[in-house]
């Protein structure tokens, strides 16, 4: 098939979209619900995954996206109710004026919005307008072992009546063999009674032994019972899965993201999931990740385009790094940090800059980062020839950082004022001192830490540098993440 990532994106481009996936969601704002004041979600791939730290409302989102549609007779439809309920403990998890408001595909070629709100008489409008399609809401507790059920299936497990059994679906059987890594050589669907109870049990047949649910672990059963709906439903369905790498291991985490790729191909699934897993994410395609973050006045803010090690950086709170950048020396560092920061404080965030020494140095620490997998670049001074193919840049400018950063007027002009110090004057004392020096001699003169005056001269000069030139540089270093 190819990569499927491209096989998936090429069926949602918006000349295909319709008739691969009916009238799909392409737009999403909702305001007043729990932590989304006002909370604009683009919808630019058929799995979106929503990834991001703990309180950022990922799964209020996916509530909240249950209602979009009435859902096909006879199944009940979803209603804000189901989600979001007030009571003592929660008297308002959504304001007075909350509502969300959804644009679906009304054919190839416009589109339909409609708007659930609150009414000043507490009720809710806007649910008739909803268009037909089939929902399925997989909570983190839609599947739970039989035997912490401690159902009827486990507590009279020898008196249990087998009614009838099938065979399961073989592309069911095949997809859970693949996600977990292991051969099922068969697989069946029993109906199972106990007096006036019911139920069916899935059973498989692994290494020439045969057991049900009752004895599968937590990751294999929840597997199992997530294939299993997903190929039953009908096509074009609404699919919503809660963090659906619980108890899974790292391969099968992304296998099963391969797994939702194909079945949405296949069957024209629109998925939506919550999920902290970096290896569920890299085997999805860019477009499918968004991160959820709040924002300085504590609203919540996509952020989409990520790369997986950098979604994984920012949901360790920067303590793994996505990227890990070489300088030359910590000049070098503080300048590319301000730089940075400047642009894009998030990014900065998922990066690791650490001076390494000259070039030969440069090249040979990294040679030896990236042999233990770690994504590595380098950014030579600005009087350094560059290598983009090899991963190789540098820094604005077109000599050493510290001649930059000293022939800036905005600097010069910002220690003049701050310290009384005329820096031709400074220069005019130094003679011949290595340009490295600069910053030790002054930071004397003025008595301030020379790592302390560092920062301060490279956030100031950082200030001046074009803003083109650090948007580059960043674009640049977020490319090359392997």
Request: hydrophobic share 40%; proline share 5%; aromatic share 8%.
């Amino acid at each position: 098939m190819g990569d499927r990532r491209n096989t998936l994106q090429a069926k949602f481009a918006p000349a295909h979209r319709y008739a691969n996936f009916g009238d799909v969601l392409v737009r999403m704002r909702v305001r007043g619900f729990r932590c989304h004041a006002n909370t604009m979600v683009e919808i630019q791939s058929p799995i979106t995954a929503f990834c991001g730290m703990n309180g950022t409302g990922k799964s209020t989102l996916l509530q909240v996206l249950a209602i979009a549609y009435k859902r096909l007779a006879p199944a009940r439809p979803y209603y804000v109710k189901d989600f979001l309920v007030i009571g003592p403990l929660d008297p308002a998890p959504f304001s007075d004026v909350a509502e969300v408001e959804f644009t679906y595909l009304k054919n190839p070629t416009d589109h339909k919005t409609v708007t659930i709100s609150r009414r000043p008489t507490q009720r809710w409008s806007g649910y008739v307008r909803r268009p037909d399609r089939e929902v399925y809401f997989a909570g983190v507790g839609h599947y739970l072992p039989r035997i912490e059920q401690r159902d009827f299936v486990v507590r009279h497990a020898k008196n249990l009546q087998i009614t009838a059994q099938h065979d399961i679906p073989q592309v069911v059987r095949e997809a859970a063999s693949t996600i977990l890594a292991c051969q099922y050589s068969a697989a069946t669907s029993k109906a199972v009674t106990y007096s006036r109870y019911n139920s069916e049990i899935v059973c498989v047949r692994r290494g020439g032994v045969e057991y049900s649910e009752a004895h599968m672990g937590f990751g294999e059963g929840r597997t199992q019972s997530l294939v299993v709906a997903l190929e039953r439903i009908p096509e074009k369905s609404l699919v919503l899965v809660e963090e659906p790498e619980t108890s899974l291991h790292p391969s099968a985490q992304h296998s099963l993201a391969r797994y939702l790729m194909d079945v949405s191909i296949r069957r024209g699934h629109q998925i939506f999931l919550t999920t902290h897993s970096e290896y569920l994410l890299k085997a999805l395609p860019g477009p499918s990740r968004l991160y959820l973050k709040r924002d300085s006045t504590d609203s919540i803010r996509c952020r989409a385009g990520l790369s997986a090690a950098e979604a994984r950086s920012l949901m360790t709170d920067g303590a793994t790094k996505a990227l890990t950048v070489l300088v030359e020396d910590e000049c070098a560092q503080a300048i590319l940090r301000e730089l940075l920061r400047r642009v894009e404080p998030g990014f900065l965030k998922t990066t690791g800059i650490y001076a390494a020494g000259d070039a030969k140095s440069l090249a040979r620490t990294a040679q030896v980062l990236r042999d233990t997998g770690l994504s590595v670049t380098i950014v030579r001074d600005g009087d350094q020839p560059e290598a983009p193919a090899n991963s190789i840049f540098k820094l604005p400018g077109k000599e050493a950082p510290e001649k930059e950063m000293f022939n800036d007027a905005g600097v010069r002009a910002h220690v003049e004022t701050r310290y009384g110090v005329h820096l031709d004057d400074f220069f005019a004392g130094l003679g011949n001192v290595n340009h490295h020096d600069w910053i030790p001699r002054l930071a004397i003169q003025v008595n301030v830490d020379a790592r302390a005056l560092l920062v301060e001269l490279a956030r100031t000069y950082a200030s001046n540098v074009p803003e083109n030139d650090a948007v580059n540089l960043r674009d640049v270093l977020r490319q090359s993440i392997r």
